[in-house]
């Protein structure tokens, strides 16, 4: 197994690599969101992971600098010119990686996508990591069952452009009829980005001042929207939830800012997107609605109508289990 980091997309164009892989080696490429995202650097541990126990397989862990649709296509086109044997990626766009992407499939390079999907049309099978509507169940359910007299509660998501959030935002306001006393009062959204997460998380305390939760189904936003409510002076006023890492959100449940959110194994993630790619490369797995496909130690899926399928259930993370993960992912 070889793991080749590609740390920028200028890298990915000029070819640098971290070591010669064997000519019979499988080249599959696992391109984020962005570069520098915890929940993305633990997937890439999962990769290596699978890679391991393949055996013949080398792992180029690339992404853009930022959560653009551009800037994926950028790196997705030199892997093509590279002739990887598989591209899983995240998408920043539903449909604006798909006409590159059927280049890449055009050549021959199997193309997943997981976490965040591609429009059917621009891979051969999307990973959810776990089933949308449970997950946007979840996400508005954290908040409310801190809110036994109801209470308004906003959103603080990635991009507008997100496919997974966008998703989970859909299923969430779906199940809003079985919280009848929480309100969502708006939907911001910070890119992915630290910063403008943070900015977005504060701008929403100040404009509703009555905010009882923000939830943000994203691991960058949450960590800023904890963060915000800490500085503005809010634990206890303002319960952050949502979706995030253990080690990046331990210090939000200690301090209060957060009484509990939720996520899947980013690793396990990783590890499985990595097992499906590798079988549909190889040839012993199909991608059609109905077929199963192993993933490992962590089973098989089995596809939808859509050639979608889902990994596992969300987990909770409060203060009774937070030390036991925090030092994990």
Not at 20 to 44: C, H, N, P, Q, T
């Amino acid at each position: 197994m070889k793991l080749t980091r590609l740390l920028t997309s200028v890298a990915v164009a000029t070819g640098l690599f971290a070591g010669s892989a064997s000519a019979e080696d499988m080249r599959i490429a696992l391109v984020a969101k962005a570069l520098g995202i915890g929940f993305f650097e633990a997937a890439a541990k999962g990769a290596e992971e699978a890679a391991s126990e393949l055996g013949d397989v080398e792992i180029i862990y690339t992404g853009p600098t930022d959560t653009t649709a551009e800037g994926q296509i950028e790196v997705i086109n030199s892997l093509i010119a590279q002739n990887v044997d598989a591209i899983a990626v995240s998408a920043n766009d539903t449909d604006a990686l798909v006409p590159t992407l059927k280049k890449a499939m055009q050549r021959g390079i199997t193309v997943i996508s997981w976490d965040s999907g591609v429009a059917e049309e621009g891979r051969q099978m999307h990973l959810n990591p776990s089933s949308n509507p449970l997950i946007g169940n979840m996400i508005i359910k954290l908040a409310a069952d801190h809110l036994p007299d109801g209470g308004e509660v906003a959103v603080l998501s990635a991009t507008t452009t997100s496919t997974n959030q966008n998703i989970w935002i859909e299923e969430m306001n779906k199940a809003m009829e079985n919280y009848p006393g929480i309100e969502v009062v708006a939907t911001v959204y910070g890119d992915d980005l630290a910063d403008k997460s943070y900015r977005e998380a504060t701008g929403l305390m100040q404009s509703y001042p009555d905010l009882d939760a923000i939830i943000a189904p994203t691991s960058v936003g949450i960590v800023a929207a904890a963060q915000a409510v800490v500085d503005a002076g809010k634990v206890g006023e303002v319960n952050v939830t949502g979706l995030g890492l253990p080690s990046e959100m331990a210090g939000a449940i200690e301090s209060g800012a957060s009484q509990s959110f939720a996520i899947w194994n980013p690793i396990d993630l990783g590890y499985s997107a990595t097992m499906i790619a590798y079988h549909l490369a190889k040839g012993d797995a199909t991608a059609e609605p109905g077929a199963s496909i192993p993933m490992g130690r962590m089973g098989e899926v089995t596809l939808d109508d859509t050639t979608s399928g889902a990994m596992a259930d969300p987990f909770v993370y409060d203060a009774a289990n937070i030390a036991d993960f925090k030092d994990i992912f």
